[in-house]
Structure formats: structure tokens, C-alpha cells
């Protein structure tokens, strides 16, 4: 999905590797490479590697939020990098703030279990499947999300994912879309 300020969020999983400890320093993939998310999107390795220099050349992090709402900050990414398998990330969720609480309590319960990157497109193509291929991306933030899109990025310690989970995430991403149109006015 994509606002008026060109900002697209991609929704992914935690994933297998996510950790919660010390009560809310959390870990994973917020990313994934090679793997198709509910648009068809494909991130393509490397694609956050000139972001992320970028960022350290500045002395700048990317900002960890919740649900992708700019005025709710709740934590911060120690650690934002690119691996093997996608962009992975480690940070700390903050329980100085309401938000911070909430999301920390709901992530330890298994009620949120999804990450979702907001970035710009800067490099793109298509593939003869009609994928976008997203070769580099500007990486502005990673949220805590209800509703994750890349489905393979799941949490495997909390159970299979029931069949009925996908639409509603699809539905979840519409309802996002619709919200952010009502706001633009």
C-alpha cells in the first residue's frame, strides 16, 4: 500500500526466529528475500544495503513503531541489517510509553505476532509473472502489526497458521487502505 508522501508498507511475519526476552527486547525477519508477499512483491537481496548505510552515515536508526502510526513510537532497533534470509532486526520495545506496554503485553501473549516495513521504492522491475521485483528501497521504519502480508514469515512457536487467517489479513490490509483514504480526505 502506498500514501501520498510515496511511503509503501509491506507486512511480513516475525517469522521462525522471533524472540521476545527480557521482557521486551524482540528479534526476526521483517523482511524476507526471493519470497512473494500478498501483492507479489519480491524484495531482492541487497535491496536495503545503501538504506542502511545511509542511515549509519547520518547517525540515524530506523524508527520502530506501532502499526505504522507516526505519532506512536514504542521502541527502538538496536539493530536493523541485512542477512542470508532478508532484513533482520533487534530491538527493544520501550514501557515507558502506553503504547510501548500494550504492544510489549500483546507480543507476549501471542496477539501480535507481525512486522511490517515502511520505505520507498527507489529501483523496481517486473517479471515476466508480472511480480515487482524491488531491487533498493529506502527502509523509513519497521512496526509492530497485527496483520502481516508475507505469510511464509510466521511464528512458529505459537501454532499453525488456520486456514482462515490469510483473508483476514487481506481484509485487515483493506480496512488499513480505506483508513488511510479516509484520512488524506
Given at each position: 500500500m502506498q500514501g501520498d508522501?510515496?511511503?509503501?508498507?509491506?507486512?511480513?511475519?516475525?517469522?521462525?526466529g522471533l524472540n521476545i526476552?527480557?521482557?521486551?527486547?524482540?528479534?526476526?525477519?521483517?523482511s524476507l528475500f526471493g519470497v512473494p508477499d500478498q501483492s507479489g512483491d519480491v524484495v531482492q537481496r541487497g535491496a536495503y544495503g545503501a538504506s542502511l548505510a545511509a542511515l549509519?552515515?547520518?547517525g540515524r536508526k530506523v524508527r520502530m513503531l506501532w502499526q505504522h502510526d507516526p505519532l506512536q513510537p514504542i521502541g527502538v532497533w538496536d539493530?536493523?541489517?541485512?542477512?542470508?534470509?532478508?532484513?533482520?532486526?533487534?530491538g527493544r520495545i520501550l514501557a515507558a510509553t502506553q503504547a510501548g506496554r500494550?504492544?510489549?503485553?500483546?507480543?507476549?501473549?501471542g496477539a501480535i505476532d507481525g512486522l511490517s516495513i515502511g520505505y520507498r521504492t527507489l529501483r523496481a522491475t517486473r517479471n515476466e509473472k508480472g511480480q515487482r521485483l524491488l531491487a533498493e528501497l529506502e527502509l523509513w521504519e519497521v512496526s509492530l502489526v497485527t496483520f502481516p502480508m508475507l505469510r511464509s514469515a510466521r511464528v512458529a512457536a505459537k501454532g499453525q497458521e488456520s486456514e482462515g487467517k490469510g483473508a483476514l489479513r487481506e481484509l485487515a490490509v483493506l480496512f488499513d487502505e480505506a483508513r488511510q483514504a479516509l484520512a488524506r480526505g
Amino acid at each position: 500500500m502506498q500514501g501520498d508522501s510515496g511511503l509503501e508498507c509491506k507486512f511480513a511475519g516475525f517469522g521462525t526466529g522471533l524472540n521476545i526476552s527480557d521482557g521486551a527486547v524482540i528479534e526476526g525477519h521483517a523482511s524476507l528475500f526471493g519470497v512473494p508477499d500478498q501483492s507479489g512483491d519480491v524484495v531482492q537481496r541487497g535491496a536495503y544495503g545503501a538504506s542502511l548505510a545511509a542511515l549509519a552515515a547520518q547517525g540515524r536508526k530506523v524508527r520502530m513503531l506501532w502499526q505504522h502510526d507516526p505519532l506512536q513510537p514504542i521502541g527502538v532497533w538496536d539493530e536493523v541489517r541485512e542477512d542470508g534470509r532478508g532484513l533482520w532486526v533487534r530491538g527493544r520495545i520501550l514501557a515507558a510509553t502506553q503504547a510501548g506496554r500494550e504492544a510489549a503485553a500483546l507480543v507476549a501473549a501471542g496477539a501480535i505476532d507481525g512486522l511490517s516495513i515502511g520505505y520507498r521504492t527507489l529501483r523496481a522491475t517486473r517479471n515476466e509473472k508480472g511480480q515487482r521485483l524491488l531491487a533498493e528501497l529506502e527502509l523509513w521504519e519497521v512496526s509492530l502489526v497485527t496483520f502481516p502480508m508475507l505469510r511464509s514469515a510466521r511464528v512458529a512457536a505459537k501454532g499453525q497458521e488456520s486456514e482462515g487467517k490469510g483473508a483476514l489479513r487481506e481484509l485487515a490490509v483493506l480496512f488499513d487502505e480505506a483508513r488511510q483514504a479516509l484520512a488524506r480526505g
